[in-house]
């Protein structure tokens, strides 16, 4: 019996042939406070994959959660197995927490029984993010929770909720209810012109966060601006230039309407909706968006040009770095770190003030930032255009500079159903952790491929779909019947006409 882990320990050594322990319901389990909820998620695994009740402490075999805070690294573990003893040894609350996702995976791979093995292991990059995208369709609660279990098996600690875009706003927010009852719906030619969507409650909200908290997991809420705006404008109109009313959109791509950056009373509104997301989500994080701004509105408007002539800025490019410097400034004073896409037309180096996800370019400048690459990390991309092999090998350091976090994106303008999303996004996630957490010199691609069959069993633990090894790295015919596939999506999106 060989045993894998993904992503690939630091340093794992198997030290016998035979199994030394078997766990089963006789089994102390001894956890520190400390390590509750490691303990909480390894009973439960064992209840859910082994009908197993929880250890009750009579027989020989003895299982310790513990920490020990003089390890080295931030949310490293160690984890031994010895004669009738697993020890698994965080250097913190999360490094335990990850050593028994390591866990699980061999415990599931020996249906219950070790051999002696030893493995130390912490990660190479602090931020660890997935991001997903509820707004081109809406993803139950439910759905992000298993979304949050596979992130948890991945040792991913970062949840990115794009939470506001054109095609639908996904949050209840009190002081401007029509955001989530107007914004939340839109009338989709691809369901027969009937109101599609839905939004997360306010204890939808508190319910996921102590559920991610539970696995380790900060969540970054987004919402999107001053592009991406479509829904909030449906909802309240005077947020735009023209002030126009209209409605929520099913057309994909990139809309001219965008939050009039002139008017002040477009900054007490984003004002109002921020406070209340960061009271809603205490990361401590938040994503501002930025992305895909066109400036000609602002061109138009004499708000906007007004406030340009006020500020003695040069243009709506300046206007664009003003309206992202204040809403960011507003939100640092209350303690929040902020991101934001980059913006290849129009960003400058924000610095510190404002961390940004660079999706479509490679940064130029020294500011902290986080690789997002659009071409090896957006997994909504079919399997032809981002072969599973092409995920795996990039790596995030060799323009030069280095990220403080990597992220993978599942943006669903084509992903309606929970079978799609998976099937985009595994075997892909795994391929992305094995960069994220594990060292550059321990990536091997080969090994990497012969994990595949333990880490599809355990996607179906959850269950969560995948894409199988064959559909994930296509030969060149069906590579090119994808990529074409790809391509019409977008144009039949882009051409829908509400
Ligand atoms: C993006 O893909 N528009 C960030
Ligand atoms: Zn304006």
Redesign the pocket.
């Known amino acids: 019996m060989t045993f894998s882990v993904l992503p690939q320990p630091r340093a794992f050594r198997v030290l016998s042939d035979a199994p030394v322990f078997r766990l089963t319901y006789l089994c102390n389990l001894r956890a520190l406070p400390e390590a509750a909820d490691a303990e909480a998620d390894l009973t439960a695994f064992l209840e859910k994959v082994f009908e197993m009740d929880a250890p009750i402490g009579s027989g020989r075999e003895y299982l310790y959660l513990n920490i020990d805070r003089s390890l080295p690294d931030p949310e490293g573990y160690r984890l031994t197995v010895e004669k009738n003893k697993v020890t698994v040894t965080g250097a913190d609350e999360s490094g335990v927490f990850w050593g028994v996702q390591t866990l699980k995976q061999l415990l599931l791979q020996g249906e219950l029984e070790l051999p002696a093995m030893e493995i130390d292991d912490a990660p190479r990059f602090a931020h660890r993010a997935f991001m997903l995208d509820i707004c081109r369709h809406f993803f139950t609660p439910d759905a992000i929770k298993r979304f949050l279990d596979a992130m948890a098996l991945h040792k991913l600690n970062v949840l990115h909720l794009h939470l506001s875009d054109d095609q639908g706003w996904r949050v209840e927010i009190y002081s401007r209810l029509l955001l989530a009852q107007i914004g939340g719906f839109r009338a989709d030619p691809a369901y027969g012109g009937k109101p599609y969507g839905g939004f997360l409650s306010k204890a939808d909200v508190a319910d996921l966060v102590a559920y991610a908290a539970a696995r380790h997991i900060r969540i970054v809420p987004e919402i999107d601006m001053p592009g991406h705006s479509i829904a909030a404008i449906a909802a309240y109109p005077f947020l735009s230039c023209s002030g126009k009313e209209r409605s929520v959109t099913s057309r994909v791509g990139i809309h001219r309407d965008i939050l009039c950056a002139g008017k002040e009373s477009t900054y007490e509104f984003v004002f109002s909706v921020l406070d209340e997301i960061c009271e809603m989500f205490p990361s401590g994080m938040i994503h501002i968006g930025g992305?895909?701004v066109p400036l000609q509105h602002w061109t138009q408007c004499p708000d906007c040009q007004k406030r340009i002539r006020d500020l003695g800025l040069a243009d709506e490019k300046a206007l664009y770095e003003a309206f992202m410097r204040r809403v960011a400034e507003h939100l640092r004073q209350r303690g929040q770190r902020v991101f934001a896409?980059h913006n290849k037309e129009l960003s400058p180096s924000f610095g510190d003030e404002i961390v940004l996800?660079h999706?479509?370019r490679p940064p130029q400048t020294q500011a902290p930032f986080i690789d997002a690459n659009?071409l090896v990390y957006?997994l909504d991309h079919s399997h032809g255009t981002l072969p599973l092999k092409t995920c795996y090998a990039y790596e995030p350091t060799e323009n030069g500079k280095t990220p403080i976090g990597l992220e993978a994106c599942l943006?669903t303008e084509f992903v309606a159903t929970m079978e799609k999303a998976g099937f985009q996004v595994f075997p892909r996630l795994g391929a992305f952790c094995e960069t994220a957490w594990s060292i550059r010199e321990n990536k091997d691609y080969d090994r990497f491929l012969a994990k595949l069959p333990a880490y599809e069993r355990l996607l179906q633990t959850l269950p969560m779909t995948f894409a199988g090894r064959r559909a994930a790295n296509p030969n060149a015919l069906t590579r090119a019947r994808m990529a074409l596939k790809e391509w019409g999506n977008w144009v039949k999106g882009f051409l829908r006409k509400t």
Request: no cysteine; glycine share 0%; hydrophobic share 45%.
């Open positions: 992305d895909e896409w996800h999706w479509n659009w957006y943006w």
